[in-house]
């Protein structure tokens, strides 16, 4: 990214948007979606996805189970659709008994966030399409995968999701400012027949002059430099080892949130988040963690946001990121809880980190091993 500002119209666009849209539908995992990019963020993906695939009026299905999920039904109800809201504990995953229970005959899309960024929980999306084929019903299907695209398995061909949204700046590794699309054949039919307003961020043009290599506005060309180079930095590793690391670096973390004596928001351990762990604080109001971190440490934890403002505080730990980075994130965290004055005690929650990515078994026998001053026992 940090080359003299480029001509949006020049000679090397077109081989750049090229390889841009086919890393896309690698990492999307979809042959047959187009990829859309604009300025902006995810905020305006939701509003892209909406406003070209429905109709102010239309009725639509959604699960409240974390604030993202509650925005992008707000932003589907502020563009004029009828939102059937589901109300779900912040912390639970949508599941497919959800989705038979509460999807009806006139619902024409499901909204859906992949990896709610608030709580930490990550819903099974293959488990959502089985719910849908169940019901008989076929609506479109809309995914918010902005905290998992690039971190954890999104399979959009597979699980026939309709429209998926990202934004840049998390698994994709780049500066916020670009809101980022893949587009399949139901959505694009749907796209020349509803009846929103739109105007930016109608995908129709952008499509079309993207498969030519350019875009109908001016887009942040250096960004689409850094995007380039992301890809092929996900592509290079291979998408099942960044998942797989992801996978080790989270578990390690919970590893840790164990060793402090404290609790995750999601309530099932299966669908905790590869990308991030919302930590539950229940002695001290987790506000202060974050500011604390933030003030004494240069660490940046992340807040509760709506109803768990003051209950959670979040470790991120998704992008490029390795086994030391997280030790060091643990062991700040661990003197962010005790400046606060949460009661712990230091070093336990890296030990147990340590432990995990080793191999070592956090067991009785480790502990007389490490008695003894015998070599544990080690897991492969």
């Not at 059937?84 to 989705?99: N, P």
């Not at 899309?109 to 992949?114: D, E, G, M, P, S």
Request: with cysteine; glycine share 10%; charged share 25%.
């Amino acid at each position: 990214m940090d080359r003299p500002i480029p001509d949006h119209r020049g000679p090397e666009m077109p081989s750049l948007v090229a390889e841009i849209r086919a890393g896309l539908r690698s990492v999307f995992k979809s042959e047959q979606g187009e990829p859309v990019v604009f300025p902006g963020s995810g905020t305006g993906a939701w509003e892209a996805s909406l406003v070209n695939t429905l109709s102010p009026g239309d009725r639509v299905l959604s699960f409240e189970n974390g604030h993202f999920a509650r925005l992008y039904a707000e932003a589907a109800r502020q563009l004029g659709m009828q939102v059937d809201d589901v109300k779900l504990r912040w912390g639970d995953a949508v599941t497919q008994s959800d989705v038979e229970a509460n999807l009806k005959p006139e619902h024409r899309a499901v909204l859906i966030v992949h990896n709610e960024t608030s709580t930490g929980v990550t819903t099974d999306v293959g488990a959502v399409r089985r719910g849908i084929d169940r019901t008989g019903r076929d609506p479109l299907l809309l995914v918010d995968v902005v905290s998992s695209l690039g971190s954890m398995d999104f399979r959009m061909a597979e699980w026939r999701v309709d429209v998926a949204l990202t934004g840049t700046q998390k698994g994709l590794m780049l500066p916020p400012g670009g809101a980022i699309l893949c587009v399949g054949p139901r959505a694009l039919e749907a796209a020349e027949k509803n009846r929103a307003p739109r105007y930016f961020y109608d995908w129709r043009p952008v499509i079309r002059d993207m498969q030519q290599g350019f875009f109908p506005y001016t887009p942040a060309t250096l960004l689409l430099f850094g995007l380039r180079e992301a890809l092929r930095m996900l592509l290079e590793e291979g998408l099942d080892d960044v998942f797989a690391r992801h996978r080790r670096l989270a578990q390690a973390t919970r590893e840790a949130v164990r060793a402090w004596g404290m609790s995750l928001l999601a309530s099932d351990p299966a669908r905790a988040s590869n990308s991030l762990t919302a930590v539950v604080v229940e002695e001290i109001d987790s506000t202060a963690v974050v500011k604390v971190a933030a003030e004494r440490l240069n660490l940046a934890l992340g807040v509760g946001l709506g109803q768990l403002r003051g209950r959670v505080f979040r470790i991120g730990h998704l992008g490029s990121l390795n086994e030391l980075e997280v030790l060091a994130t643990l062991a700040g965290t661990e003197l962010a809880l005790l400046y606060s004055g949460q009661p712990i005690e230091l070093g336990v929650g890296v030990a147990a980190a340590q432990r995990f990515f080793a191999g070592i078994k956090a067991d009785a026998k480790l502990a007389a091993a490490e008695t003894r001053g015998a070599t544990p026992e080690r897991v492969g």
